[in-house]
């Protein structure tokens, strides 16, 4: 003799949960989606990364370029900052954070001595912007959430022209940048 048993929809939904796990949040994302949080992501915490070595910049560096360079950076960051933050969340992507790599560049700025700041400091802001300007571009051309699509095309002009006073004000200082904002000019038409 066989027993069935009646298990209602939502036990069976409770129990799978509890077998599987959740997942993490980009995978619970439709997969057209999973690409717009990695950009929100991505940029937010290269937003957040370059507002704090801003900040550390005008503490550290000596060249008067670099730390009015490094005051623009600031202001700049602060608002596409909060554009980003509020963008995720309309879209309901997680709050932007620092990722790891990031919290680990401030950590080595920070601890960076005076005389070989300005120039690492300008050399990593070149590459940084060089990043941004990558990520603003694909998102702009084929992000699937409208408004973050928009946000893209909206900033990339800003984000376009920090990446080339970047590369003027580590000229200016030495840095040599010549490999990345070729590449930069090449491919991103800064």
Do not use: C, W
Request: glycine share 4%; charged share 20%.
């Amino acid at each position: 003799m066989t027993i069935k048993y009646f298990v209602p929809p939502a036990v069976t939904g409770l129990l799978l949960s509890a077998l599987v796990g959740v997942a993490p949040l980009a995978a619970q994302q439709p997969p057209d989606l999973a690409a717009d949080s990695s950009f929100i992501q991505e940029v937010s915490s290269l937003g957040l990364l370059q507002a704090t070595l801003a900040k550390v910049a005008q503490e550290k560096a000596s060249s008067s370029a670099v730390q009015e360079f490094a005051r623009q950076m600031a202001t700049d960051y602060s608002k596409t900052n909060k554009q980003l933050a509020e963008a995720a969340k309309q879209a309901a992507f997680p709050r932007p954070t620092l990722l790891r790599q990031h919290a680990q560049l401030v950590d080595r700025f920070r601890r960076m001595s005076r005389s070989s700041f300005e120039k690492a400091y300008m050399t990593q802001t070149v590459d940084n912007q060089t990043e941004a300007v990558r990520l603003f571009q694909q998102e702009a051309k084929v992000g699937r959430v409208a408004s973050l699509k928009q946000l893209a095309s909206d900033i990339l002009p800003a984000v376009q022209q920090q990446l080339k006073v970047a590369t003027e004000t580590a000229g200016s200082v030495g840095a040599d940048v010549t490999v990345s904002s070729s590449e930069a000019s090449r491919e991103y038409g800064s």
